[in-house]
Every structure is written in structure tokens, then in C-alpha cells.
């Protein structure tokens, strides 16, 4: 484990190839329950690049009139979030050791000329509780940079299996992923393959 900068810790290979297969198969069954959707920025209501779900009591959504949020439901389906899997959990527990579980996880589906702009996570009424999240498939390069959006920043290559903790003063840093790396290598588990070329599981207390 490394300490990137104060507050977000980084676990590279924190999951070993059974592991990631076994988290690809749960993600899997995710996608089947609800679907991938394209999220859309308040106001100009452009699509994101990254598709999405969600698992858990509340998921993370956006579109063009009511902007960032948490929802229960599948904004297409209507239906609730499955259950976020038992294996999630336990690594909640082991990485962050906070004393509630997970109330949310998003799942972003990155193809290969997907991106993440620079932004703060700020849509949780918990700032106290850290963020989790997990990386599977193409490595990228995540930026990571400071709590006012011109602080410099770092470029970090994120690969499968690596998780990432962000707690006390990395919680309202700025990140983003610049861009998905090519890979040479399968990119995604198989029963994600054809899925994308990247997936990103970001674990979240919400209320
Ligand atoms: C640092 N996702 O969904 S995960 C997001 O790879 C998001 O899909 C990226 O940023 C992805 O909001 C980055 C790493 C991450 C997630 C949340 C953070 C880094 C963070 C919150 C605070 C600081
Ligand atoms: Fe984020």
C-alpha cells in the first residue's frame, strides 16, 4: 500500500486474477439486473462519455434538468438497485474499517476513448466517510489533484485488481481519468468482455 497523497491510499493488485474474475461474474450479474445508462451534464445536457449502473440502496445518476444525484431506482427500468454483492462489502470493511456499510456503488463502463473530466465528489450529504474504489480491465491514467480545481496536480496509472481509499483531505480533492491505455492483453474478465474496455466500481456512504 502506498499513501499518494495525504488521505488516498493505494492498493495496486489488491485483487489477484481469481479475484477479479470472481468480481467480474458479480458485476456481470449487476449489468443484467440493471442495465448500463448514459448519465447526461446539468444543464447542457451533453452525454457522458462513461456508461453506468448502480448497485445498493441509492445510485448515482445525472441528466440535463435535475442534475447530479442519487436515485433508488433505474432512471430507464424503474426498478431498485440490486443488492450490492457480499464480496464488496468485505472489502469495505477491510479498506476503509468505517463503521457503516456502503450505501451506494456505481459502476463506470469505460470504452477505449471514454474520459472522466476533473471534478469533486460532492453529491453526498457524508463527507466524513471515505470513498472505495475498485478497477478492473484496461489500465488508465487517473489525475489526482488538490480541493481548488487550478491546484496541481498527479497522474497515477490505475490497472485490474488496484483499489483506492480516499478519506479525510483527499475526500474533495479534484480527479479524473485523462484517457483508457491501450492494452495488448485481454482487457476485461470474460463475462464483461464486449462490456468496454474499463470498469470502475465507486463505493460511497451517502446520507
Ligand atoms: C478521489 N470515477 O465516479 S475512481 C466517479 O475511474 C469517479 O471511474 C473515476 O471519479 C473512475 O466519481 C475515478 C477514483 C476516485 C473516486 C472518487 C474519489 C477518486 C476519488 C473521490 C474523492 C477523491
Ligand atoms: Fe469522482
Redesign the pocket.
Known sequence: MTEIIPG?FRYPAFLNAAGQERLAREIASVIEQAPLFVSHMPKSGLPMS?RMTNCGSLGWMSDKDKGYRYEPRHPETGALWPPIPQMLLDIWEELTAYPKPPEAC?V?VYSDDAK?GM?Q?RDEADFDAP?L?L?LGAD?R?R?GGRKRADKSVAVT?SSGDA?V?GGP????F???DRVLPSMLAPLPPPLAGQGARV?L?LRRVT
Open positions: 488516498a462513461v456505481l463506470n472522466m471534478h465528489d470513498i474504489s478497477s488508465c487517473f489526482f490505475l483506492l480516499f483527499a475526500r474533495l480533492c480527479h479524473g481519468v470502475n465507486t
